[in-house]
C-alpha cells in the first residue's frame, strides 16, 4: 500500500495528540499553570500550561511551511510560551492565558495541521527546510522537520507532563 509522506506524519501526530489529551485527565484549571510541589517545594520543571502553550506555537509555523493557511499566535502566547521562555509559577493565575483558551489554541491549530498534512503532496516535504542553523543541519527538509514537530517534539513535552502529573500526585494517565 502507497502512502503519501504526509499521511504517515499525521499518523505520528495523531498518536501525540492521543497522549496529549490523555496527559490532562484530573488536571484542574487552577493547577494549570502552577509548577508541581512535591512536599511543599515547587519543582522547576514545565507544568501543563507551558507544555500546551509552547506546542501550540509549532502548529501555525508547520502550516506556514506546508503553505496552507495558519491562525494568527496571540503575542502573549508568543511571548509567555516560545523555545527561549521560561517555565514560570502562576501563583496568582495572571501570567499566563486561561487553561481553556490555551487547549482552544492547542487543539484547533493541530486539528488544521492534520488535515494540512493529509492533503500536501510528497514534492512539498522534499523542499529545503527553510530554518537557519542547527535546525536545518538536523532536519534538512520540511519533511523530515514537520515530522520532529509532529512527533518526536509533542512527544518529548508530553513527557515532562507526565513527570508532572506524578509530582502533582496524579498518576499515570
Partial sequence: MSRTLGNVIADSLGLSL????????????ERFGRLAAPGGTPV????????YGHLS?????VLVQLG?????????FELGFSKDAAC????????????????????????MVTGALRSTPDDVFDQPNPAEG??????????SVQ???????????????????????????
Fill in 18 to 29: 492521543i497522549y496529549a489529551e490523555r496527559m490532562l485527565k484530573g488536571v484542574q484549571p
Fill in 44 to 51: 522547576v520543571s514545565n507544568h501543563p500550561a507551558f507544555v
Fill in 57 to 61: 506555537l509549532y502548529a501555525p509555523k
Fill in 68 to 76: 496552507h493557511p495558519a491562525p494568527a499566535v496571540p503575542e502573549l
Fill in 88 to 111: 514560570r509559577d502562576d501563583v496568582d493565575g495572571d501570567l499566563y492565558p486561561p487553561m481553556d483558551e490555551v487547549l482552544v489554541f492547542f487543539r484547533e491549530g493541530y486539528r
Fill in 134 to 143: 542547527r535546525m536545518r543541519e538536523l532536519f534538512p527538509t520540511i519533511g
Fill in 147 to 173: 515530522n520532529f514537530y509532529c512527533g518526536g517534539h509533542i512527544m518529548l513535552h508530553i513527557g515532562q507532563l507526565s513527570a508532572w502529573r506524578r509530582m502533582e500526585g496524579l498518576g499515570p494517565a
